[in-house]
C-alpha cells in the first residue's frame, strides 16, 4: 500500500508537506499519529537501502577464527520476540491516510486501484477482499473486475487494456488462479509500466536490481518483508538471509531488495541441495515457497529472525473420524 501511494503522489502531484508551524501543531496535540506519519516519511526513502560502497577491505594476517556452534546448542535459552505485523500496518495505513487527505485538499484528485480477479481460489479472493477494504480505510478507490476460471485469455487482456485507458484507475493488480490455458507472458506484457503497481514489467524489475536507480513500483510482499526487519530494528547489512523460493511475486524481488541492503542472500528453492543445511546458517530466514510447514525447527539456528510470507490452505481432520474439517490458513 505505501510504495502504490508514494509513486502515485509522485505521478498526480508534488504534494505540499505540511508547513513546520502546522507540523509542529499537530505533533504536539496528535503524537501518535504524528509518529506513525513520521515513520512511515523515513521507511519511504530508507526501502530501497543505503547507497554503500564496494570496497573490500584487505585480509588480516591473523589466522582465520574458526565458527562456533556454540549458538546452535547449549547456553541461555532464548525467548522469542513475535514481530507484529498488525501494528505495523495500522502505523502505515495512518501515514497513507493523511498523504491522501492533503492530496485530495490540494488537487481534488483521488488514488484509484482496480483489480482484475480470474478464478474462485479462496486464498486469492481473501487477499483481494483484505485490499479492498484497506482501500476504504485509508480513502482509496477501489474498483474489481471478477472473470471466471475458463474464461478467454482475451478476456483477460482485455480487463488489463481498458484499465489501462481508464484515467481514474492509477495503478491495478492482477491475479490469475487457472493458468493451464494462459499465456502468462502475453498478459504480462499488456500491462502499462506506469500502473504495474505488482512491479512485473521488467524494466520495474531491472530497476529494482540495479544499485542506484528507482522502480516505478516494488512488489509489495518483498517490500512488507524489509518494512518488518526495518521497523523492528533487525540489521540487514552484511548479514546471512536465506529466501525460500524464487517466484517472481516474492522470492526474487525480495532477494533483489536485500542485496540493496547489502545483505548476503542466499535462495532456496525445489532443486536446492540439503536446503536445512543451507537455511541454519541464516540470521534471518524468509520463507516464500507456499508450502505450509516446509521449514521445520532443526531448519533454524538460535536466534534466527524468522518471517513466514503467504497463507496455505491446510486441511485439518479430526480425531476418531474420517470427515475432514473445513480448509483453514496457516
Known amino acids: 500500500m505505501k510504495v502504490l501511494f508514494t509513486t502515485l503522489r509522485r505521478r498526480l502531484v508534488g504534494s505540499p508537506l505540511r508547513p513546520p508551524a502546522l507540523n509542529s501543531l499537530f505533533k504536539l496535540f496528535c503524537p501518535r499519529k504524528y509518529e506513525a506519519e513520521r515513520a512511515w516519511r523515513l521507511s519511504s526513502s530508507s526501502i530501497l537501502g543505503p547507497d554503500l560502497p564496494d ?43 493523511a498523504e491522501i487527505r492533503q492530496l485530495k485538499d490540494a ?19 481473501s487477499y483481494v477482499r483484505h485490499k479492498i477494504k484497506d482501500c476504504e480505510e485509508v480513502g482509496i478507490n477501489s474498483l474489481l473486475d471478477e472473470l471466471p476460471e475458463d474464461c478467454p485469455q482475451d478476456d483477460v487482456v482485455n480487463a488489463v487494456s481498458n484499465f489501462n485507458k481508464d484515467p481514474s484507475v492509477h495503478v491495478y493488480i492482477f491475479m490469475i488462479c487457472c493458468k493451464q490455458h494462459m499465456d502468462e507472458e502475453k498478459v504480462l506484457n499488456t500491462i502499462s509500466l506506469e500502473k504495474d503497481v505488482d512491479g512485473f514489467h521488467p524494466l520495474n524489475v531491472g530497476n529494482l536490481a540495479i544499485r542506484g536507480r528507482e522502480p516505478l513500483f516494488i512488489p509489495c510482499a518483498a517490500k512488507a518483508c524489509i518494512e518488518l526487519l526495518l521497523r523492528s530494528g533487525v540489521e540487514l547489512v552484511g548479514k546471512n538471509v536465506v529466501v525460500i523460493g524464487r517466484s517472481r511475486v516474492v522470492g526474487l524481488p525480495t532477494s533483489l531488495l536485500l542485496q540493496r541492503h547489502h545483505a548476503t542472500v542466499s535462495v532456496v528453492h525445489a532443486h536446492s541441495k540439503e536446503p536445512e543445511r543451507i537455511t541454519r546458517e541464516a540470521d534471518i530466514v524468509i520463507s516464500a515457497a507456499g508450502v505450509p510447514n516446509l521449514v521445520r525447527r532443526n531448519w533454524l539456528k ?22 475432514p474439517l473445513p480448509l483453514i490458513t496457516s
Do not use: F, M, Y
Open 302 to 323: 538460535r536466534g534466527a529472525v524468522v518471517i513466514d510470507v503467504g497463507t496455505n490452505p491446510v486441511e485439518v481432520i479430526e480425531k476418531n473420524t474420517s470427515a
Open 55 to 97: 570496497i573490500w577491505k584487505h585480509p588480516s594476517s591473523a589466522p582465520p577464527t574458526l565458527p562456533s556452534h556454540s549458538t546452535n546448542q547449549g547456553g541461555e535459552d532464548l525467548n522469542p520476540t513475535i514481530i507484529n505485523g498488525k501494528i505495523i500496518a495500522e502505523e502505515i495505513k495512518t501515514g497513507i491516510a
Open 107 to 125: 488537487t481534488g484528485k483521488i488514488p484509484g486501484l482496480a483489480v482484475v480477479l480470474v478464478g474462485k481460489r479462496r486464498d486469492s479472493q
